[in-house]
């Protein structure tokens, strides 16, 4: 597939979407793009989208802004609604056996928890925990955040290397019971579709209104 059929122009902008598995990239998210999917976990994530924007950056058409979608689990937040990631971190790393505080990449000048400072208006925001795991039950005892998925925080770091904003969406998909089956993680993600849409207008909107600068 062409770059050209992935990059959404707008207001002589070019937004790229970008989404971890088929399955949360329903009827309603169809109707608007066409995104870059990378796979599930952050080595898929990041391999996919760092190839992408070294091709593009080589090729001098970057995306002025990344937009990520997909779904979540939290135990706190409410189930089927969509927040937008004010910050995340990135729960595999410990080196602590080091001396290096848990949760901070050893030999690397970068926080922790890395902040997404560019925010749709009118959309709630929350903290988000990146990791390889599956969360469910007992598990989340662990996540110092409101929310977790797979991929966030790799993209957050593709995007920071290009120096392209970034902005992250995510549908709470499962987290208030203990997960056993994939349905129990896909069995909302039609409603998370239909409300990912009306983010991705607020966002269209925003940019050819200048309230959303890309890059």
Not at 21 to 43: C, D, I, M, Q
Not at 197 to 205: E, G, Q, R, W
Request: charged share 20%.
């Amino acid at each position: 597939m062409k770059s050209s059929d992935i990059m959404v122009p707008i207001s002589g902008k070019k937004l790229l979407f970008v989404m971890a598995a088929e399955a949360e990239y329903g009827p309603h998210l169809k109707a608007r793009f066409v995104p870059l999917l990378t796979g599930v976990g952050p080595v898929e994530s990041a391999i996919s989208l760092s190839g992408f924007l070294a091709t593009m950056a080589a090729q001098n058409t970057p995306p002025d802004l990344v937009i990520s979608l997909g779904s979540a689990g939290s135990r706190t937040l409410k189930q089927t609604h969509v927040y937008q990631v004010k910050s995340v971190s990135y729960r595999d790393m410990d080196a602590s056996a080091l001396g290096f505080e848990k949760g901070l990449t050893p030999f690397l000048d970068i926080p922790k928890i890395l902040r997404l400072p560019l925010l749709i208006p009118g959309v709630e925001s929350a903290t988000l925990s990146t990791g390889a795991n599956i969360v469910s039950g007992s598990t989340y005892d662990s996540i110092d955040a409101d929310m977790v998925d797979m991929e966030t925080f790799a993209l957050q770091r593709c995007c920071m290397i290009y120096s392209i904003p970034h902005v992250g969406l995510r549908g709470i998909s499962d987290g208030v019971s203990e997960l056993s089956h994939i349905a129990d993680w896909t069995e909302y993600l039609d409603i998370i579709d239909e409300k990912l849409a009306l983010c991705v207008d607020t966002i269209f909107s925003g940019v050819k209104s200048g309230l959303l600068p890309a890059r």
